[in-house]
């Protein structure tokens, strides 16, 4: 069973760059965020200075392990990104005994909208979105797997895990609506809210959950499990990942976030929608607050439920002639060994739900600091779950251009550096720039852009004087 659980766990502690995404700080707390800001806090969107606003395609991957690195030396991203030599073995393990984590997330905004009215606004958003953890994976179990069984220092060693080991995956479609308000409007403040409701197409899930285990390695081909209770559950192809495989429908949920922003003092002419207000203060200080991702998917199409059951020590042999591309393979050969049941029942998935907090103080008309916190919720045991993050900011914003620096502490423990620019309809940025620069040894991954465009006119009209239309074709 080690060989079971470290397939499914490993896959998510790896830095991989085609992974997942997480919050773009350097453009999600923007007052131009728009439909790149409406993941974190969805009222973004309500009396923003601009009335329009058409996303043509945005993306955002993120993927950060504590386990697996790459030495600074190799150069592991850039020479992903731009088609260098990466070596066989680019990833080091950790050798500190203890537990693990991975998380990783996928963002793909498609086309968009948003109709800004003032005191009131609306959007449709769609997207492709997928979000992966894995938690208390112990040393010894990653070791095993990393030296495919060739470790001798652990050959005949008895291991015993006293944490419960989670690894989830869960990736969907999203077509979601945006609606919200302002509640109060003077000089002296405002508070405004806003609410996402989307449904979901669910592509592909895992969930894994092992009990605290005791385990042994007799050889290459051996492990001997005691008293092992795991629950494996997923909705994939199990024969196959080509493209279409992944994307294939296989479950359905509804899903919603929320959230409301307060400001004080509130300045009307600095969300007026023309050029000038960027030489206008909007606001001294905001305040946001809003629940992420509370939803939940049914999958009823390729799914499987595996539980193992092994009292006392039980033997799995062969394995290093067990072919582990194949799922039913190793299934079988699991249930056969160390004993327990499969069968073709669905089940559910919960969102990676949190709760985010963040506040904005502007110091000159267009020089802004931000300190925002994301704290996991985690009620549920099949739930993939986002890391925890503090991070703070300062950008520099007008219209048509914006320039964002934040230093982020993930998983309250470790610190990264990230830079985010804006030009007109073209955004783009990184909250792991060391990393992309292969500057630091290599645990983490993050790179976003966005294509779109804002306009206080409507689509495909000529421009006023004094007020922007990027839609216009005269």
């Given at each position: 069973?080690?060989?079971?659980?470290?397939?499914?766990?490993?896959?998510?502690?790896?830095?991989?760059?085609?992974?997942?995404?997480?919050?773009?700080?350097?453009?999600?707390?923007?007052?131009?965020?728009g439909n790149m800001g409406i993941f974190l806090n969805?009222?973004?969107?309500?009396?923003?200075?601009?009335?329009?606003?058409?996303?043509?395609?945005?993306?955002?991957?993120?993927?950060?392990?504590?386990?697996?690195?790459?030495?600074?030396?190799?150069?592991?991203?850039?020479?992903?990104?731009?088609?260098?030599?990466?070596?066989?073995?680019?990833?080091?393990p950790e050798t500190a005994a203890g537990y693990y984590?991975?998380?990783?997330?996928?963002?793909?905004?498609?086309?968009?909208?948003?109709?800004?009215?003032?005191?009131?606004?609306?959007?449709?958003?769609?997207?492709?979105?997928?979000?992966?953890?894995?938690?208390?994976?112990?040393?010894?179990?990653?070791?095993?797997?990393?030296?495919?069984?060739?470790?001798?220092?652990?050959?005949?060693?008895?291991?015993?895990?006293?944490?419960?080991?989670?690894?989830?995956?869960?990736?969907?479609?999203?077509?979601?609506?945006?609606?919200?308000?302002?509640?109060?409007?003077?000089?002296?403040?405002?508070?405004?809210?806003?609410?996402?409701?989307?449904?979901?197409?669910?592509?592909?899930?895992?969930?894994?959950?092992?009990?605290?285990?005791?385990?042994?390695?007799?050889?290459?081909?051996?492990?001997?499990?005691?008293?092992?209770?795991?629950?494996?559950?997923?909705?994939?192809?199990?024969?196959?990942?080509?493209?279409?495989?992944?994307?294939?429908?296989?479950?359905?949920?509804?899903?919603?976030?929320?959230?409301?922003?307060?400001?004080?003092?509130?300045?009307?002419?600095?969300?007026?929608?023309?050029?000038?207000?960027?030489?206008?203060?909007?606001?001294?200080?905001?305040?946001?607050?809003?629940?992420?991702?509370?939803?939940?998917?049914?999958?009823?199409?390729?799914?499987?439920?595996?539980?193992?059951?092994?009292?006392?020590?039980?033997?799995?042999?062969?394995?290093?002639?067990?072919?582990?591309?194949?799922?039913?393979?190793?299934?079988?050969?699991?249930?056969?060994?160390?004993?327990?049941?499969?069968?073709?029942?669905?089940?559910?998935?919960?969102?990676?739900?949190?709760?985010?907090?963040?506040?904005?103080?502007?110091?000159?008309?267009?020089?802004?600091?931000?300190?925002?916190?994301?704290?996991?919720?985690?009620?549920?045991?099949?739930?993939?779950?986002?890391?925890?993050?503090?991070?703070?900011?300062?950008?520099?914003?007008?219209?048509?251009?914006?320039?964002?620096?934040?230093?982020?502490?993930?998983?309250?423990?470790?610190?990264?550096?990230?830079?985010?620019?804006?030009?007109?309809?073209?955004?783009?940025?990184?909250?792991?720039?060391?990393?992309?620069?292969?500057?630091?040894?290599?645990?983490?991954?993050?790179?976003?852009?966005?294509?779109?465009?804002?306009?206080?006119?409507?689509?495909?009209?000529?421009?006023?004087?004094?007020?922007?239309?990027?839609?216009?074709?005269?």
């Open positions: 069973m080690m060989r079971l659980l470290s397939v499914f766990g490993l896959l998510l502690l790896m830095v991989i760059p085609s992974s997942h995404a997480q919050e773009m700080w350097g453009i999600s707390n923007s007052n131009y965020a969805p009222s973004t969107i309500v009396h923003a200075p601009y009335r329009y606003e058409l996303n043509l395609i945005a993306f955002d991957a993120f993927a950060e392990n504590n386990y697996f690195f790459s030495p600074r030396d190799r150069h592991f991203v850039p020479r992903t990104l731009f088609g260098g030599d990466v070596k066989e073995r680019a990833f080091l984590d991975g998380f990783s997330h996928l963002l793909v905004i498609g086309p968009s909208y948003i109709r800004n009215h003032g005191d009131h606004a609306w959007g449709i958003h769609t997207a492709l979105r997928a979000s992966a953890s894995a938690q208390n994976f112990p040393e010894p179990l990653a070791r095993l797997l990393y030296e495919r069984y060739g470790y001798a220092p652990y050959a005949g060693r008895k291991f015993e895990s006293e944490k419960t080991l989670r690894s989830d995956i869960v990736s969907w479609y999203e077509l979601g609506g945006t609606y919200g308000r302002v509640v109060f409007d003077s000089e002296k403040h405002m508070l405004k809210w806003a609410v996402s409701g989307n449904l979901l197409i669910g592509t592909n899930a895992l969930h894994l959950q092992a009990d605290p285990i005791a385990y042994s390695v007799a050889d290459t081909g051996t492990v001997i499990a005691t008293d092992l209770d795991a629950r494996l559950r997923y909705a994939l192809d199990p024969e196959g990942s080509t493209l279409g495989n992944l994307l294939a429908p296989r479950g359905a949920g509804l899903g919603t976030t929320i959230g409301v922003t307060y400001f004080k003092p509130f300045y009307r002419g600095g969300f007026d929608c023309n050029r000038s207000n960027d030489r206008v203060k909007k606001y001294k200080y905001r305040i946001g607050a809003s629940l992420i991702d509370i939803g939940h998917i049914r999958w009823f199409r390729q799914t499987t439920q595996v539980d193992i059951n092994a009292q006392g020590n039980r033997a799995w042999t062969q394995l290093d002639s067990l072919r582990f591309s194949s799922m039913q393979a190793v299934q079988n050969s699991a249930v056969n060994a160390l004993g327990g049941t499969i069968s073709d029942a669905g089940f559910g998935s919960w969102l990676p739900t949190a709760l985010s907090v963040q506040a904005d103080y502007s110091i000159l008309p267009t020089v802004y600091a931000n300190l925002s916190w994301v704290n996991r919720i985690r009620f549920a045991p099949n739930q993939a779950v986002r890391g925890n993050q503090v991070t703070l900011s300062a950008r520099y914003e007008t219209r048509n251009f914006e320039a964002n620096i934040n230093s982020n502490l993930y998983e309250y423990e470790r610190i990264h550096l990230g830079l985010g620019l804006r030009y007109r309809f073209l955004v783009i940025g990184t909250d792991r720039l060391p990393e992309l620069l292969g500057l630091n040894n290599t645990r983490s991954f993050d790179l976003y852009f966005g294509l779109k465009f804002q306009s206080c006119t409507q689509l495909f009209k000529r421009s006023e004087p004094d007020c922007p239309g990027v839609f216009s074709l005269r």
